[in-house]
């Protein structure tokens, strides 16, 4: 008769380190494949973190449900969403070697997690969650609508976490309904307004700006670029790594890391920052900080605040532009200029075309009064012909 699997309970242990604070460790016991039990262990958080044992032992509910998943008793489960929300935390927001997600999508849900779910829903047991409830409690949040959305989704995304080791059965987020669609749509750059903030800008801004302008980059990509990314003999970006907040890490998406194609000027002008950046060696970001020695790349935010806005404001633009503004624009030029939608949507590498059309790009509006004009002259019959003598002064 096999041996039952009993529950365990685990132990947490404060652990010295010879450099840097005290750890709090989880101890457990596992059946390995070959059937035999071995002892586990996992480091918790630091001291800093977790002050007392109690805070400590907390935080280990997660790593006790996950060493009793064979366990055959109710209480293996999380019994709140708030030791559901540490689960997922151990299953799919820390670093490891599948890189589920980037660091900046890790970062944005676990404050999602701490500022809106966890205080609101963490107290409560799974199957008091209910549609209803939430919908109601996204429509008195005073945030916009994405933002909204983005915490309906990680709550979805939390009950698909129970559903799939087998906690729940059900989804309750499912049925909630709540909009993202833009209550604002984002500012482009129109041609000529690109062509006079280069005029403005110093010859590292330039650079930067020309080419998050001319590919798409996101600026978590632009700025992880190394010399040895760019290919110049074969005109290539290899596009590997993001950083953001200086942690580098993986591409957003799979379609996010496949090469960007580089325009023979666009490689001349990089060419040109190199020979007078202060690090141009092939292990060297392209875009460096001196005052970082080199070991990091310029911080995005301090480049926009303080060189490419003043530019832009000395250009005549009063538009709001960020980093993102300038891959917006680069996905409406391109639809202005005629390209197919396969076209921009594997030049901007999304996932799928209906990003790249709900979201990327937007007519110039030029383009839609010529789209428009030619409807009007299908209507009506000779309006055109009209409309040129008016422009030629000629008579019919």
Not at 31 to 59: M, N, Y
Not at 96 to 125: F, M
Request: hydrophobic residues 35%; aromatic residues 8%.
């Amino acid at each position: 008769m096999p041996r039952r699997t009993r529950y365990q309970q685990g132990s947490v242990q404060r652990d010295k380190r010879q450099s840097g604070p005290d750890v709090w460790v989880f101890r457990w016991r596992e059946i390995g494949p070959d059937g035999k039990s071995a002892q586990r262990k996992a480091v918790i958080g630091t001291v800093v973190t977790l002050p007392s044992e109690a805070s400590a032992l907390k935080a280990a509910q997660a790593l006790r449900i996950d060493a009793n998943q064979q366990t055959p008793r109710a209480d293996s489960r999380p019994s709140t969403i708030a030791e559901l929300i540490e689960h997922y935390r151990l299953k799919e927001l820390t670093e490891d070697d599948q890189g589920r997600k980037a660091h900046s999508t890790r970062a944005a849900y676990e404050c999602y997690l701490n500022v809106w779910i966890a205080p609101r829903w963490g107290n409560h047991r799974l199957q008091q969650v209910k549609s209803v409830a939430v919908e109601e409690w996204l429509g008195d949040i005073e945030r916009a609508r994405g933002t909204k959305a983005k915490i309906r989704n990680i709550m979805s995304a939390l009950f698909s976490h129970a559903m799939r080791y087998e906690w729940t059965d059900k989804n309750p987020i499912r049925l909630v309904r709540q909009s993202a669609k833009r209550e604002k749509i984002p500012d482009v750059l129109e041609l000529h307004e690109l062509q006079t903030l280069l005029t403005k800008l110093a010859v590292r801004e330039r650079t930067l700006v020309l080419l998050d302008a001319a590919t798409g980059l996101r600026v978590s990509e632009l700025l992880a670029l190394k010399w040895d990314d760019i290919d110049f003999e074969n005109l290539e970006i290899r596009v590997t790594e993001s950083i953001w907040h200086q942690v580098l890490g993986v591409c957003k998406t799979e379609a996010s890391a496949r090469p960007v194609p580089m325009d023979e000027y666009m490689a001349e002008d990089l060419l040109r920052w190199r020979k007078t950046c202060a690090y141009p060696m092939e292990s060297d970001w392209v875009f460096a900080s001196p005052r970082m020695k080199g070991k990091q790349p310029y911080w995005p935010d301090n480049l926009m605040k303080r060189y490419i806005k003043p530019a832009a404001k000395a250009a005549g633009i009063h538009k709001n532009i960020g980093w993102h503004t300038f891959r917006h624009s680069f996905g409406t030029l391109l639809k202005a200029n005629g390209e197919d939608v396969k076209t921009v949507q594997e030049l901007l590498r999304h996932a799928n075309s209906k990003i790249t059309l709900d979201v990327y790009t937007q007519a110039v509006n030029s383009h839609k009064r010529a789209a428009q004009s030619k409807v009007v002259q299908m209507i009506v019959p000779g309006v055109g012909t009209k409309r040129d003598q008016a422009r030629t002064g000629t008579e019919a």
